[in-house]
Structures are given as C-alpha cells and as structure tokens.
C-alpha cells in the first residue's frame, strides 16, 4: 500500500545508518488493487531502500522487474496461515454458525472488493449445473464497497435464501467454524497476485476453487488440491459439480496434507530467507 511507503522507507534507511544490517522485504503484492497518484513512485522509494525481497508468486516477481528494482530477488509460496488454530468438528462448526447439516456449504471468505470477484461467483451460484447438489454460499467477510450490488444480484437470481452473508469482519475465534463448516472454498478473482486465503483453506486442509490470475494458480494443483478455472461461470459451475458429484473430499484433503509439508512450510520460509541473506552478503562482500 503506497501509504505507508514513506514511512517504511525512511524507517529503513534510518536504521542502515546505524547498524550495518540487511534488509529484506517480503512482498505480496507491489501493485496496489486501487490506483493511487503517486503510487508507483511511492512504493519504489520504499523498494530501493531495501537489500532484496521474498516475493511470493511469479506474479509478484515480474511486477518488482517491471519497476526497474533490479536487486537480489527469491521465489517462495506463501506459508500455510496456522494461526487460526485447530478445526473443530464439522457438526460444532455448522451448529454455532446455525446452519443444516444436511446441506453442502461453500465459502467465499474475506474482505470483499471488485477484484475478487463475488459477483461472478454469485452468477456461477445461480447456474442450473448446481440446482441439484442443495449448496449453500457462505460469504463471510466484510464489505469494502457498497454491499447493494451484491445483495440485489442475489435477489434477483432467486437466491435469497441459498446465500448467507455475514456482512462484518470474521473475528479471529470464528475462523476456523467457516472453514469447518465450509466442503470447498472458492476464490472467483477478476485478478491477483495470490492470496492468503488459499493458505487458510490449506491449513483446515480445505479444497479451493481459483481462477486462472495472477499466481493462483501456482499454489493449486488441478485435480488433486482443487481446480483452477477459467473467468467463467459456467467452467466454475462444473468445477463445483464435480466436486460433489465424485466425491473428491477426502481425496483432496489428503493430497493437501502432502503439499503442506512440501511446499507451504515456514520452515521452507525461514530456509529460502537465510539463502537470500546469504547471497546479498556474499554480493556486497564482492563490491
């Protein structure tokens, strides 16, 4: 966020002043969701000012390269987000979000802006490929943007009663019953670089459904930890349908617990962190 660039930059370069130490800059995303005058040349003076980045999708790479910031880089996945603590049962997590057990859920989970896409998700909802598998939408997050637009689109499709919205920030404590709760998490991003959510679904060893943006796709394997989709309604729809319809749960949830392991660990973090700490010392020994 080009905000709070000035006052991370100038931190920074404080400290070099004082201590010779390296810093690096984790990045999720250097490109801001909403323009912001000023925002390139912002976040590029928070940029130069430190020794290298983690960047965590390929996504994120290119945008540091197209910025010109040509500085010691490394390519690590998100980690798992374990701070949400341990799944409840499924039965605990539907009875205190008062849902039926006898429903299959889907969740729509985090703040909600233009670019992640609930409205295609809302229309991929109303699809007749989905009428039979007696789904419920749990939308659970807080609105960023005016929430009518959402609401009317779910009337008019009929879909009042098939969509639950929380309409507030989910507190930290009732994480882990959404995603208990919830069979498949979908992600219907218009764009990205990727998102933590992903992590979050992997931690209660959640399926996703995302769609082909961004690096997205590079922390979900097609057919074994869920799918990744075209922009479009009707390839989302059959997604979800074969989820259900085959049975892949199980399946799904074990394969994410072998990728957890390999791919999302912290200590794969920590490990390609001390790796890039040592390549930007042994480059400024060279100078």
């Keep these: 966020m080009p905000f709070f660039a000035p006052a991370l930059g100038s931190i920074i370069r404080g400290v070099k002043r004082r201590i010779n130490t390296t810093v690096i ?27 290298g980045f983690i960047t965590m999708s390929s996504a994120v790479q290119d945008e540091l390269e197209n910025l010109g910031i040509n500085k010691p880089a490394k390519q690590i996945p998100h980690p798992v987000y374990d701070i949400f603590g341990e799944s409840v049962s499924r039965k605990d997590a539907i009875d205190y979000l008062d849902l039926d057990t006898e429903q299959n859920h889907l969740l729509f989970f985090g703040i909600i802006r233009s670019y992640k896409g609930l409205d295609l998700l809302i229309e991929t909802f109303s699809s007749p490929r989905l009428s039979h598998l007696n789904l419920k939408l749990l939308v659970a997050g807080e609105f960023y943007e005016n929430e009518k637009k959402y609401l009317d689109m779910a009337e008019e499709r009929g879909l009042g009663e098939k969509i639950v919205f929380t309409r507030s920030f989910v507190p930290r404590e009732e994480v882990s019953c959404y995603f208990a709760a919830s069979d498949l998490v979908v992600l219907p991003y218009l764009s990205a670089t990727q998102s933590g959510v992903t992590q979050i679904a992997y931690h209660f060893n959640k399926p996703v459904v995302v769609t082909n943006v961004g690096g997205l796709k590079e922390v979900v394997s097609h057919g074994v930890t869920g799918y990744v989709c075209e922009k479009d309604p009707d390839e989302i729809a059959a997604a979800i349908a074969d989820f259900f319809e085959n049975n892949r749960e199980a399946e799904f949830a074990e394969n994410i617990r072998s990728e957890k392991k390999r791919r999302f660990s912290w200590d794969s973090m920590a490990r390609g962190i001390e790796d890039l700490t040592a390549e930007i010392t042994g480059l400024s020994k060279m100078l």
């Design 25 to 51: 800059g984790v990045l999720h995303n250097i490109k801001p969701h909403e323009t912001m005058i000023g925002g390139k040349w912002l976040n590029k003076y928070f940029l130069k000012s430190c020794d």
